[in-house]
């Protein structure tokens, strides 16, 4: 069963993948009767946050403590303010580019990112050095956006 794990990982992480560009689709049309990219943005937090907090109540997530609210690193917090961003992005971006380039882009953006995080092993990452593979991952990423640019 735990060689499985990994899979059933991997099987949810495609799935919530598939789920982007459809969440880009749907803000931007909510966009079209709000107006607003920001304020549309809110909308998604405000039912995102309804959401999970009816998941911590059904599921009796301890509430933590000040204390425990603390001792976090300060930047440990900048997650909401990158969900942010990536939802206004999407928001505002997915009329212009269609939902294959926004999504395409994003990713390239990611695994840039990644490799580069993976390198250095930031943000509690295991180190994993750049290598010919995975620059070349990279390089047919951003070859494939170019290619989605264009058509």
Same mark, same amino acid.
């Given at each position: 069963?735990?060689?499985?794990?990994? /899979? !059933?990982?991997?099987? $949810?992480?495609? +799935?919530?993948?598939?789920? *982007? #560009?459809?969440? %880009?689709?749907?803000?931007?049309?909510?966009?079209?009767?709000?107006?607003?990219?920001?304020?549309?943005?809110?909308?998604?937090?405000?039912?995102?946050? /309804? !959401?999970?907090?009816? $998941?911590?109540? +059904?599921?009796?997530?301890? *509430? #933590?403590?000040? %204390?425990?609210?603390?001792?976090?690193?300060?930047?440990?917090?900048?997650?909401?303010?990158?969900?942010?961003?990536?939802?206004?992005?999407?928001?505002?971006?997915?009329?212009?580019?269609?939902?294959?380039?926004?999504?395409?882009?994003?990713?390239?953006?990611?695994?840039?990112?990644?490799?580069?995080?993976?390198?250095?092993?930031?943000?509690?990452?295991?180190?994993?050095?750049?290598?010919?593979?995975?620059?070349?991952?990279?390089?047919?990423?951003?070859?494939?956006?170019?290619?989605?640019?264009?058509?």
């Amino acid at each position: 069963m735990a060689g499985s794990a990994p /899979v !059933l990982v991997v099987l $949810a992480a495609v +799935a919530v993948g598939l789920m *982007v #560009p459809a969440q %880009a689709g749907i803000n931007a049309e909510l966009r079209r009767h709000l107006g607003s990219p920001i304020v549309v943005s809110a909308v998604s937090f405000v039912i995102g946050l /309804v !959401l999970l907090i009816g $998941a911590s109540a +059904a599921t009796r997530a301890e *509430v #933590p403590s000040l %204390a425990k609210l603390s001792s976090a690193p300060w930047w440990s917090y900048l997650g909401g303010t990158m969900g942010a961003a990536f939802v206004l992005t999407g928001v505002i971006a997915a009329p212009r580019l269609g939902a294959a380039l926004l999504v395409a882009s994003m990713v390239a953006g990611q695994l840039i990112g990644s490799v580069v995080i993976d390198h250095f092993g930031w943000l509690g990452f295991v180190e994993r050095p750049i290598s010919l593979g995975r620059i070349a991952g990279v390089l047919l990423l951003a070859g494939g956006v170019f290619l989605l640019q264009r058509s």
